[in-house]
């Protein structure tokens, strides 16, 4: 089966520019997931999805950052304005259902902010 | 509030012995707890997993054992090979519901 797709792969842009990521998760996984891993440090949930609906977003900078799965599928986050401390990979992953089911990743957007 | 934690931050391992690789948990609602394999460039990949009704989980060469008392679980790697040289995150949830991620242990295998 064709995995999680992300793009784009590189980003470097401005603090205070805008940028949007994009991904499509595994055919007829349900749940998405948007992470934010830092370097050094494991990765931190950003905001879950079940089909096209918010499930956790307790943990996004809502000010900044915003994200949507239209007909529930693909999702695109997007950050405005960006900071330095927006420094990070972006992960997407998906999941057949919510519980119990393990995460499948993408291969990341790694964002650098100057 | 780191409530995953990998307090090694790298282990070096020769061809063909065991890797064991620790994570611990502060939470005593978790009762899934997965493995993470992850190299560079790359995001990380599925490994192994365990609920919190068992205590082990075995596939191919790696296990994964669980210590709900001592809020412990590690992975076990054996024989180790240079292709296992990578970072693995342990990652813990309650009810399947979000996932808390430790910050990794860089392993090493030395050929």
């Known amino acids: 089966e064709a995995g999680v797709a992300q793009s784009p792969r590189y980003k470097i842009i401005e603090k205070r520019q805008s940028v949007a990521f994009w991904c499509n998760p595994i055919?007829?996984?349900?749940?998405l997931y948007w992470y934010q891993q830092i370097l050094g440090q494991g990765p931190k949930l950003l905001i879950q999805?079940?089909?096209?609906?918010?499930?956790?977003d307790s943990q996004l900078p809502k000010d900044r950052f915003s994200a949507e799965r239209l007909k529930g599928v693909d999702s695109t986050l997007k950050i405005q304005p960006a900071k330095l401390e927006d420094s990070a990979v972006y992960l997407c992953?998906?999941?057949?259902?919510?519980?119990?089911?393990?995460?499948?990743f993408g291969n990341g957007t790694r964002l650098t902010v100057t | 509030d780191q409530q995953v934690k990998q307090n090694s931050p790298s282990l070096s391992v020769q061809e063909g012995r065991i890797s064991i690789l620790n994570c611990d948990y502060t939470?005593?609602?978790?009762?899934?707890f997965l493995w993470y394999k992850k190299y560079p460039a790359e995001g990380p990949t599925f490994l192994i997993s365990?609920?919190?009704?068992?205590d082990k989980n075995e596939d191919g060469r790696f296990t994964v054992f669980l210590n709900k008392s001592a809020k412990h679980l590690s992975l076990h790697i054996v024989p180790s090979q240079p292709g296992d040289s990578a970072v693995y995150f342990c990652?813990?949830?309650?009810?399947?519901?979000?996932?808390?991620f430790g910050t990794g242990t860089s392993l090493t295998v030395i050929p």
């Open positions: 992953a998906s999941s057949f259902r919510t519980g119990y089911s393990p995460l499948h």
């Open positions: 365990i609920s919190s009704i068992k």
């Open positions: 999805f079940q089909n096209n609906g918010v499930v956790d």
């Open positions: 939470n005593s609602m978790f009762d899934y």
């Open positions: 990652a813990a949830s309650a009810n399947g519901n979000q996932f808390y």
């Open positions: 055919s007829g996984h349900a749940t």
